[in-house]
Structures are given as structure tokens and as C-alpha cells.
């Protein structure tokens, strides 16, 4: 006989009550998953789509989305483009990152009714604030050019039918380096080549889907003028030799988020771009957008 059932016996007869172990507890029930903030709720069945109604959907007509990679020289151009008398380029927008919040049940009831997806309130704020932008310019050629539209550039084609593109080339490498050079500390050149690579991969399949232009940023500094009378000639404006002389101009802040904002850029004059990089220097990651763009041989 164990001392545990010889002490239970005893307590029994002395209690009416014995010692038993705990049973193990349940483990607690799951917590079901947080609902979603109703700004964040989109409608069902969502559908990105052309305007419905082109004559009243889009007040903004024509506009012109500079196409680039990051640290292509797109700040350059904007400015340059932005000191014609008939064309307006603000800083970066990132239009495409504005959504619409439908906070209650009947107003998302109200828009399913009314036949809108939520692409296409979203477009309607889109063009707004690009129209908005331009009018209060006082100019009527609108060229936006933020890089990362390069990521939705089948959703702003679609958004804007009457587009009009421009693409800003630069030799891959350049492009990495100056990615790095921009903040050293925070962008190692080891992540350099992947992710610029990703902006130059999306803008070469938009550059073989869309009708444009296409401008490099070694011939826009070596000869801009040249450059930029084609660009006028694209956009159905004269030239105007104030184009070279941006610094004369007011063009927005230059800051970190919305666009190039080291003091090359502040100094108003074109600077030289870089040495190129041999083919030899070209990493492996690289050499197949160099080959498309030309600034690889086929065969290297």
C-alpha cells in the first residue's frame, strides 16, 4: 500500500474529502482575428477599369507621366520641363498611393448602387488632384514623374486612356551607384542591384507596351538643348532657351521623399554625369537590361 493512498484514506476518514490531481488545463480558446478598420475595407469585386464616362470621369486630359527609374535624373528633367511657360511638373505626388476610405456599410451599399468599383473613386481622386495641381499652375501641359508609377504604370494607362509617356533611360550601373551614394549608410551597395534592378525591369515591360519617348540622361546632360527641343517637339510646345536656365525658377522644395535633394540639384546648372563603367564593371545582375538599353553589346 502506498503512502499516497495511506494519507488519502486517512484524510478521507477524518474530512470526507481526498487529494486528487489537477487536471490539466484546456488551452484557452483561439482569439478570432481582429476585424479590418473600415478605411481599409474595400468594395467586393473590385475592377480597375477605363472611365466609365470619359466626358465627365476625367477633368484632366492629355497628361504626360515621365517614366524612370530612381536616381535616373528624372529631378533634372522635371525642373528643366517645369521652366517652360506652357508646362507644369511638380515635385513627386505619389498620386497612386492615395486611396478612398468607405467607413459604414450604407455608403459602401451607396456606391455598389450607384455602379462605382473602388478603383474608380479612387481614379476620380486621382485625376482631382492632378487637375487641381495643374489649374492652380496656370499652364496646360501636366508631366508628372514619379518613379515608383513605373510599378502601376497598366493601372494609370488604364486610369488615363489619352496618356501620353516619356522614358528616362540611364546606364543601369550609374543608376545603382548613385542608389548608394544617395545614403550610404542605409543603402548598401550590395542592395543596390536588386532593387533598382526592379524599377528597370517594370519600366522596360512599360517602355515595349506603350507609345512614348524615350530620352536618355547621358544626352540630356552632354547636350540638353538637343534633348529638350525633342521633348517640346513631343509635348506641342515651342522651345523656349529658359528651359536651360532652371535655376531661375521656382519649382517646390527639394526634399528627401518627393524627389532628387542634394545640392547638385539646388545648384540651377546642368553638371556632367559620371564616367560610364566598362563593360567589365557591369555586374552580373545588370547585364541583360545594359544589352536592352544599348549600353551593352549583344555579345558581352
Known sequence: MSWRYRANATLE???GYTVRRRPPKSPPAPKPPPKPAPETLRLPGDEVRPPVDPSCDRLLREPVFLLSSVRSGSTLLRVMLNSHSRVHSPIETHFRRMTVGLLTDPVRQAMQLLGHTHSDLEHLVWDRLLHRELARS???VLVEKTPSNVFAWRRIATCW???RYVFLLRHPVSIAQSWHEADPERRPME?????TLSYMTYLEEARTNLDRLTVRYEELVSDPEAVLRRLCAFLGVEWEPSMLRYGDKEHGAFVKGVGDWRDKIRAGTV?????????EEVPVGLRDVCRLWGYLPDDA
Open 138 to 140: 496656370g499652364k496646360p
Open 161 to 163: 486612356p489619352d496618356a
Open 191 to 195: 542592395e543596390a542591384v536588386p532593387r
Open 13 to 15: 476518514g477524518l474530512t
Open 271 to 279: 553638371v556632367a554625369g559620371r564616367p560610364l563603367p566598362s563593360p
